[in-house]
């Protein structure tokens, strides 16, 4: 069958085709909602992300403060290096002279004041001991290598005329251990007493001592040699580092 053109009659007009209306309003709303989702979903990721960075950023605080105050517990933070008390505070009989004359270096504590008195006037009675003119001058030479700084700010324990310097207790028990040792074991190096006498000073002193170890250490310098550690070799390097802390001096100045 032949499709046929319908066409309208004398007189008629011809049908109108009516074009859809376009509703922009409707447009202008559907635009602004899926606008409104995007910046929903936009702020949702912003916000998952801050609390991403929130919850990094307490571990890491928590994983710092727990490490400082790990190393705290176990030895003196400085920021460059930390030493442990165990590593520089010496311990049991003085190898040479320590059976003779029945002292310790754990006779030096600061939970046991009455032995650590006890310790520091036996030291000492050998302050008065007289030296002969050789001794003198080794004597002399090893006193104004060491002080007694950090309690009363002596350049020295004796003078360049071998004269006390210092009054402390601490002092003389520094100046008494030199004296028995250079008598009685005249063939100990000026090194070798210098060391032994450190080793006390550092007893007397051992907060200190921490800090100024830490300091050697940072600069690569041994801090277990007692010499570098507690003789004037390197008289201040600790200058500039945390003060105080438990164990500043032990023994009656």
Request: glycine share 10%; net charge neutral.
């Amino acid at each position: 069958m032949e499709n046929k053109k319908i066409e309208p009659k004398a007189g008629e007009k011809k049908p109108e085709i009516k074009k859809p209306e376009v509703k922009v309003e409707e447009i202008k709303n559907e635009v602004k909602v899926e606008e409104i989702k995007v910046e929903v979903k936009k702020t949702d990721y912003e916000f998952i992300a801050q609390i991403i960075i929130i919850f990094v950023l307490a571990l890491l605080l928590t994983y710092n403060f727990g490490k400082i105050n790990n190393t705290n517990i176990t030895g003196f933070a400085t920021g460059v290096g930390t030493v442990s008390a165990s590593e520089i505070i010496p311990t049991g009989v003085p190898k040479v002279y320590g059976a003779e004359i029945g002292v310790k270096y754990d006779d030096i504590s600061a939970s046991n004041p009455s032995l650590t008195e006890a310790t520091i006037a036996k030291l000492s009675s050998y302050e008065d001991l007289k030296l002969t003119d050789e001794q003198k001058k080794r004597y002399t030479k090893l006193g104004t290598s060491i002080a007694c700084e950090y309690c009363c700010g002596a350049e020295g324990l004796v003078f360049s005329n071998g004269e006390r310097a210092c009054g402390c207790a601490h002092s003389f028990a520094m100046r008494g251990i030199a004296k028995y040792l250079l008598i009685n074991h005249p063939d100990m190096s000026d090194d070798e007493i210098l060391s032994e006498r450190g080793k006390w000073k550092v007893l007397f002193f051992p907060g200190i001592h921490e800090q100024k170890a830490a300091a050697l250490k940072a600069q690569g310098i041994d801090a277990t040699n007692y010499v570098n550690l507690a003789s004037n070799k390197y008289r201040g390097i600790e200058n500039g580092q945390p003060s105080g802390g438990a164990g500043a001096m032990v023994g009656g100045c």
